[in-house]
């Protein structure tokens, strides 16, 4: 994303931050990539890593390198389903975006093969959907 | 490449009971879409949850999203050659489920990646502040503040509005405004999620505070319980700076800003704001009486304003959307969403967020799912140790501050701890008052004295030494304790005795008058023993005593010896035709 961060530059002896305009919100606001293309989402909280999202994270992300995936690893906040962590939501072009609940590290590697390389939604995992 | 599927259908099973059923229901789809053609063009999934209850197995096509709720095997094939096929609308078991969440101050919570400025931004972050900086003067940030009719949401409840404009009346050299993160409540964690999934949204509402009540400088006391919040919250502050958005001159507009993290040890009365702020100056977490109120002597005696992380974390929505969108959510007295923990016997323990006017019963069954293993609902705890018991009969009751308030309990900071028909009553209000009565300071003898004395007694009753008279007792004890306390917690601590003794005074006098413990819990109150007419002489129960104190065989039957049984309830699980009595 933006190389430069806007603002830190030395003048003179000092170092002055310059301000951050309006103009630049929006121009981070129009770069982002916000949910286009293909990601995974892993639900990175307490109460996700007390249930081992960041093994499921470090496994997704390892996945995606060894087999050459271009998917995006995020990370993310509670998304609220406490029972079912860790959380992890999937979304490929072209399928229903959704939220896989209870993925450990075996799981993380089904949703490779089958959602992502299978195009298929997994059973008895899903938690939730979103629309469209 | 391989081709994903033109259509989905989601089935799920929105019932506890038959694991099987769904299952058939799969089989019975895949199978007929294997007759009829269609198996390349559709996948039929299971799924765990969609967030209905209680309506039998649902099925939900995709990407038309559409719903059948009750769907039987009798409904499969036409479900695919009319619903599908012809894209007709099947009215008799068509549904449309409601979302009864509404995400405000969770907006960004489990959607962006809270390490990321550049992810706040883009979901309109900071937009607010530099609105509120370029086209607000402090009076008008007070003034829409009192439109939204935003109320702490720490557990007072007091308008924040009100609050930044004492704030802002008085004139000092330095003013300080306060981010409470301190989150004491057992059972609660909302606040460290919006703080670990949201920081920036909570340090914007800082800022935004900050502007209307002339306040240069924050802190965010957090829990040192919390390293995850503390070190997003540092983080973002890192990121915030790096930015010009924490600082000086920020926009350049001439507002001056700035924050800091400090750390809460873990003592629950350090949540309560005199304490907090004497915890903050490095003295002991204390609380002192009020007046003068922090407003005008607060920090190093500074006119200091503080604020809940959920207060906060709603204020730049209220400036993008206005208060007037703020406040047309909620009921008459409460506006905006309430997020609370949903814990307890619930079968989906959650985060939950909801409009304030929802009902207790709403928000068990709809967005929790219901009772785990299908109990039976005794109440709700709200207000964690200040709180309060509910019964079921008042679950239609809409939650808002003034409601759960007239009964008895209170709306506090968002814990929600459901019961079912196994806890008791008293074993609850006796672990409640023994939290406060750990977390005492001990500064003020009505709350040292009294709440000791209160547990003494419940720890009576549930023992089988109780006596009726203590009743009174505790009414007495409970009616010092909150009009003679100095803080908050003292004050508060008996209220789950006191909403307990109103709403199940029955279960007292079964404890006092009866020995007896009617949901078997207080485990002094019973014996297990073995019913002879049920038994079957399985010896069931035998092999799985594990201290060997069931003799007999399986032609005598069984007995259960009482003076040497520790009443672990093994027997009592694991007997499949009810023959252990307690
Ligand atoms: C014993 C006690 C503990 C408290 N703990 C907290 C807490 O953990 N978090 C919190 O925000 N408020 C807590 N409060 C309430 C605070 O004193 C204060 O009212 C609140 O932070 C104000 O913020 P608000 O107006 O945004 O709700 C506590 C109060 C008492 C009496
Ligand atoms: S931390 Fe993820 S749902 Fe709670």
Redesign the pocket.
């Known amino acids: 994303m933006t190389s430069v961060l806007p603002g830190s530059a030395a003048v003179g002896e000092e170092l002055v931050m310059a301000k951050i305009t309006k103009e630049q919100l929006d121009g981070i606001k129009a770069q982002s990539v916000g949910d286009s293309g293909n990601w995974v989402r892993v639900g990175m909280s307490t109460c996700g890593i007390a249930a081992g999202a960041d093994k499921t994270f470090e496994k997704l992300t390892a996945q995606m390198k060894e087999r050459e995936l271009e998917v995006r690893v995020e990370r993310c906040g509670c998304a609220g389903k406490c029972f079912a962590e860790p959380l992890v939501e999937v979304a490929v072009e072209g399928m229903p975006v959704v939220i896989y609940g209870r993925v450990d590290e075996n799981v993380a590697v089904e949703i490779v093969d089958k959602h992502i390389l299978g195009k298929k939604l997994l059973n008895d995992h899903i938690y939730s959907v979103k629309a469209g | 490449m391989v081709k994903a599927f033109k259509k989905y259908v989601l089935l799920t099973d929105t019932e506890q009971g038959d694991p099987e059923r769904i299952k058939k229901i799969h089989d019975l789809f895949l199978a007929v879409l294997r007759v009829i053609g269609g198996d390349e063009e559709i996948q039929v999934v299971r799924t765990s949850d969609v967030g209905i209850y209680g309506r039998g197995v649902v099925a939900q096509i995709l990407p038309d999203n559409i719903f059948y709720a009750g769907v039987q095997e009798e409904h499969v094939r036409q479900i695919i050659e009319e619903g599908i096929f012809q894209q007709k609308k099947l009215e008799a078991i068509a549904f449309e489920p409601k979302d009864k969440q509404l995400r405000i101050v969770l907006r960004n919570c489990g959607v962006i990646d809270p390490e990321r400025i550049e992810d706040y931004i883009a979901q309109d972050g900071y937009f607010a502040i530099h609105k509120v900086l370029t086209q607000f003067t402090p009076e008008q940030v007070v003034n829409e503040m009192k439109i939204s009719g935003l109320?702490?949401?720490?557990?007072?409840?007091?308008p924040?509005w009100m609050?930044w404009n004492i704030a802002r009346g008085v004139t000092a050299d330095q003013k300080y405004i306060i981010c409470?993160?301190?989150?004491?409540?057992p059972g609660?964690y909302m606040?460290r999620s919006v703080l670990e999934g949201d920081p920036h949204s909570v340090i914007e509402g800082l800022m935004i505070g900050g502007y209307a009540m002339g306040a240069t400088k924050g802190f965010l006391y957090i829990?040192a319980e919390y390293p995850l919040a503390v070190e997003r919250v540092q983080k973002a502050i890192i990121q915030a700076r790096e930015r010009g958005l924490l600082g000086e001159n920020i926009f350049g507009t001439g507002f001056n800003f700035d924050c800091e993290i400090r750390l809460g040890a873990g003592a629950?009365?350090?949540?309560?704001?005199?304490?907090?702020i004497a915890s903050i100056e490095g003295r002991r977490g204390y609380?002192s009486p009020r007046p003068p109120y922090p407003a005008i002597k607060g920090l190093w005696g500074k006119p200091t304003v503080?604020?809940?992380?959920?207060?906060?974390a709603n204020i730049p929505v209220i400036f993008l959307k206005g208060g007037a969108w703020f406040a047309s959510i909620g009921t008459e007295t409460a506006k905006g969403t309430k997020v609370f923990a949903l814990t307890g016997k619930v079968k989906n323990s959650s985060l939950i967020e909801v409009p304030m006017g929802i009902s207790l019963r709403e928000i068990v069954f709809e967005v929790g799912g219901g009772i785990l293993n299908n109990k039976k609902i005794k109440a709700i705890q709200t207000g964690g140790p200040?709180g309060g018991v509910i019964p079921e009969h008042y679950f239609d009751t809409p939650v808002d501050y003034d409601q759960l308030q007239k009964l008895g309990s209170i709306m506090g900071?968002g814990g929600m701890i459901v019961m079912d028909e196994t806890d008791c009553i008293v074993d609850i209000a006796k672990f409640y008052l023994g939290f406060c009565v750990d977390?005492s300071c001990g500064k003020c003898a009505p709350c040292r004295i009294g709440g000791t004395q209160l547990l003494h007694i419940l720890t009576e009753i549930s023992e089988g030494r109780g006596k009726i008279e203590d009743v009174e007792k505790l009414k007495r004890i409970s009616f010092a304790m909150q009009k003679a306390s100095l803080?908050?917690?003292g004050?508060?601590a008996s209220n789950p005795v006191a909403s307990s003794l109103k709403y199940f005074y029955e279960e007292y006098k079964a404890h006092i008058l009866e020995n007896r413990c009617p949901s078997g819990k207080c485990s002094r109150l019973f014996r297990y023993r073995v019913v002879e007419d049920k038994c079957k002489r399985c010896s069931l129960c035998q092999r799985n005593c594990p201290v060997n104190v069931i003799s007999g065989d399986r032609e005598k039957g069984f007995v259960i010896d009482a003076a040497k049984c520790v009443k672990c309830g093994k027997c009592f699980e694991v007997c499949k035709f009810g023959a252990i009595a307690r």
């Open positions: 109320r702490g949401r720490g557990g007072g409840g007091f924040t609050k409470n993160g301190d989150e004491g409540d609660a606040d829990r629950f009365v350090c949540g309560e704001e005199t304490a907090l609380p503080i604020n809940n992380v959920e207060t906060l200040s900071s977390e803080c908050g917690l004050q508060t």
